[in-house]
């Protein structure tokens, strides 16, 4: 069955630092979204990539597609508090089944 | 409006024991799902729905069930609780009948078997 794998499982940065977290999948994705779930809290869409080799972004935080969606990445840019969270990709490789990477959970040092 | 609401909030079943956890939308969403939450294992989806009428297994679907009589709920069945059980449910729904659109999550039940 399709998997998708996201790496790393935590991660402990100091305020002000950069964090990167990787998804990758087994088989070619029609698309990847990303999620944020406070602690205690419930998953939030963040965004959605389509395009091969797409790139967005929302204020610090930096979302890639692959070339060959099979993989994504989110970026954050100089950490703040707020960011704590655990971040999750999650991907269609049809139309009706969305699966989960198994989530990064950012812890943010002040 | 509420969005997506999931009730109870929280639930402490004894082994055997059968319960149903309400979701319930007010956004006129055609898709509707159900995830487990385990930790270190992200979100596993349970069944799903594309539309009032129409359910299809997930991942996960082992003693579970599910029924769409209407657009605006998705009440999942454990039918005999067991301890694997044990986890966070959410319920996510869809502005169209497909996965690949945002979802939104209501807060979650959390479930403990005994």
């Known amino acids: 069955g399709q998997q998708v794998m996201q790496i790393p499982q935590y991660q402990h940065v100091q305020e002000g630092e950069d964090f990167t977290t990787y998804c990758n999948s087994s088989?070619?994705?029609?698309?990847i979204q990303w999620y944020k779930q406070r602690p205690g809290g419930h998953p939030v869409f963040l965004i959605q990539l389509v395009k091969s080799g797409e790139v967005k972004k929302q204020k610090r935080l930096t979302f890639q597609f692959g070339e060959a969606k099979k993989n994504s990445s989110l970026h954050i840019t100089a950490t703040q508090t707020t960011d704590v969270g655990t971040y999750f990709c999650?991907?269609?490789?049809?139309?009706?089944?969305?699966?989960f990477g198994t989530g990064t959970r950012l812890t943010v040092i002040p | 409006n509420a969005g997506v609401t999931q009730t109870p909030k929280f639930q402490v079943l004894k082994t055997g024991q059968s319960m149903t956890l309400q979701c319930a939308q007010d956004?006129?969403?055609?898709?509707m799902s159900w995830y487990r939450q385990d930790p270190g294992m992200g979100l596993r989806l349970i069944h799903y729905?594309?539309?009032?009428?129409?359910?299809d297994q997930g991942e996960v679907p082992n003693g579970y069930n599910v029924s769409r009589s209407t657009t605006e709920d998705f009440p999942l069945r454990l039918l005999s609780a067991a301890p694997s059980q044990t986890s966070v449910y959410f319920c996510a729904t869809g502005i169209s009948g497909a996965a690949n659109q945002p979802q939104h999550f209501g807060d979650g039940t959390r479930l403990s078997i005994l």
């Open positions: 999650a991907g269609t490789a049809g139309a009706n089944n969305l699966f």
């Open positions: 956004m006129n969403h055609e898709y």
């Open positions: 088989t070619t994705l029609s698309n």
């Open positions: 729905s594309v539309g009032a009428g129409i359910t």
